[in-house]
């Protein structure tokens, strides 16, 4: 698969479309299920407040794999992510309110790097509750 979006059609600047990704309780034991991370923090109130967090949280490499989907779902192929890390800040907090909360992500095209590769720095703002939770989140993509 090639990515959708042409190198000649991106500036400095383009921004992504915005995404809004909804978090419960469900959806952290879903992930627990697939990445096999059942660490308490996750699912236990209890457990969350005796180590000293607020509530449970969710797990960070899902918080970084729903930021990144703002890219894979821009390039249209998410083999087009040749490189993404992010710095971990602040954690999200999953109420037991049936609602569960949101984690707010938005990203734009920081740099060119390299012509003959036609690869773009996508850098992410991943926000919760007007905090940001992920701290240098970047993706080096490759364009058709």
């Given at each position: ?45 209890k ?26 779902d821009?390039?249209?192929d ?14 999200v ?14 990203g734009?095209?920081a ?14 703002t991943?926000?919760?509750?007007g905090?940001k939770?992920?701290?240098m ?6 364009l058709?």
């Open positions: 698969m090639t990515a959708k979006v042409r190198y000649d059609d991106v500036e400095v600047g383009t921004e992504l479309p915005a995404r809004s990704f909804p978090v419960n309780r469900a959806t952290l034991v879903a992930y627990a299920g697939a990445s096999g991370d059942f660490n308490p923090i996750h699912w236990n109130e457990f969350a407040k005796d180590v000293g967090l607020p509530d449970v949280i969710a797990h960070g490499m899902f918080t970084m794999a729903s930021a990144i989907r703002v890219v894979t821009w390039t249209g998410p083999g087009a992510v040749i490189d993404y890390g992010v710095r971990f800040t602040k954690p907090v999953v109420p037991n309110d049936g609602h569960g909360t949101v984690i707010e992500v938005s734009k095209v740099a060119k790097l390299d012509d003959d590769a036609r690869t773009v720095r996508v850098d992410l991943v926000v919760h509750e905090k939770v992920l701290g989140s970047r993706a080096v993509v490759a058709a």
